[in-house]
């Protein structure tokens, strides 16, 4: 049974439609969510599928956009199926798998991989997408970047708030603090998803929620679908605060690049304040995230040390895959989107 939108397809709150398939997986998968199939995949075919490939990441988007905005003429009884919920799990422990394989070395030292993050490069040696556009990115980059992480920004700071339920104490009021200002602080035009959106509208974008998916690359849809995996478990609250502790810390400089890059090819006002904005709040929101929401979460739960960890180094080895892609296709002379975007 399928229920239609209630609100017209162009309309900001409506939901996105249904994505296009990448592969056998996804394509089952958005098939029973249309109404138009019954058959979802196996857990072997799950089990057998690349970790960080399209299918996988384009099933588990779709599977967790359900606890967001869903999607038009999706019924939204869904969101409980527990078939779908048994192919989520599937296919989580997959990715998961892979996390734990390959985001680094793990182990308790938080404060070591925190330390880590605040390492910046000497001078002008960066090697980073907001290294690459603030020095060279073109505004057609610029404008992919920012396609990109939509998928990210328009849902920005969503995700983190499923944690607040399972914190108390020091780490609870902290979190709730950035969590404010990641809102608005009671302002909705400066709900931080709005300033993206306004960024995006000012670089000539579409800011409708989810209206670049199918042109994301898998990266772009993994660092998407980390944040939904850790705030969705609460056997993974620590990796949640590890993540969240990473892109407060790293915020702060890297918006300032991507400031300084917008304002070197034009763009508007809007562009430009969406990363000014971050790089004052988030040099707050560092402090505060180190000092009182990980040391108030540990100081509850030293066993989640080692989850903390996972959080932050599963952040930046997604980052690190995604930021491989983007350069790579930019210092070819092409896009790095599936479908690039009209000039």
Avoid at 28 to 34: C, E, M, P, Q, T
Avoid at 70 to 97: C, K, N, Q, S
Avoid at 119 to 129: K, R
Avoid at 260 to 287: C, S
Wanted: proline share 6%; charged share 25%; aromatic share 6%.
């Amino acid at each position: 049974m399928t229920t239609q939108a209630t609100t017209p397809p162009g309309s900001p709150v409506a939901s996105p439609a249904l994505p296009t398939a990448r592969g056998p997986l996804s394509e089952s998968g958005l098939a029973v969510l249309a109404g138009s199939g019954t058959r979802l995949p196996a857990t072997d075919e799950v089990r057998r599928s690349d970790p960080y490939g399209d299918d996988l990441q384009l099933l588990l988007y779709v599977l967790y956009e359900l606890h967001y905005r869903g999607f038009a003429g999706v019924d939204e009884r869904l969101e409980w199926d527990p078939a779908l919920l048994g192919v989520r799990a599937a296919a989580e422990d997959v990715f998961l798998d892979a996390l734990r394989r390959d985001a680094g070395p793990g182990g308790q030292d938080v404060a070591g991989a925190v330390d880590a993050l605040q390492l910046e490069p000497v001078g002008d040696d960066g090697h980073g997408v907001s290294h690459h556009l603030r020095r060279e990115g073109e505004l057609w980059q610029l404008r992919e970047y920012a396609a990109v992480r939509s998928l990210y920004h328009l849902k920005e700071a969503d995700p983190h708030l499923w944690v607040v339920p399972r914190l108390r104490g020091r780490a609870k009021a902290a979190m709730v603090a950035v969590e404010f200002d990641e809102f608005g602080a009671g302002r909705a035009e400066n709900v931080h998803a709005q300033l993206f959106a306004d960024l995006m509208t000012d670089l000539g974008l579409d800011a409708r929620y989810g209206h670049y998916v199918d042109a994301a690359p898998a990266q772009a849809l993994a660092t998407v679908n980390l944040m939904s995996l850790f705030g969705l478990h609460r056997r993974l609250r620590g990796a949640l605060v590890g993540h969240f502790a990473t892109v407060e810390i790293t915020s702060s400089p890297g918006s300032r690049r991507l400031a300084e890059a917008l304002r070197r090819v034009g763009a508007g006002p809007a562009a430009q304040r969406f990363y000014d904005e971050h790089v004052e709040a988030d040099a707050v929101h560092e402090q505060v995230v180190r000092h009182e929401v990980i040391a108030g979460l540990l100081e509850d739960e030293p066993a989640l040390a080692a989850d903390v960890v996972l959080g932050i180094e599963s952040t930046g080895h997604l980052e690190h895959l995604l930021g491989d892609h983007l350069l790579a296709a930019w210092r070819a002379g092409r896009s790095a989107l599936r479908t690039p975007l009209p000039s």
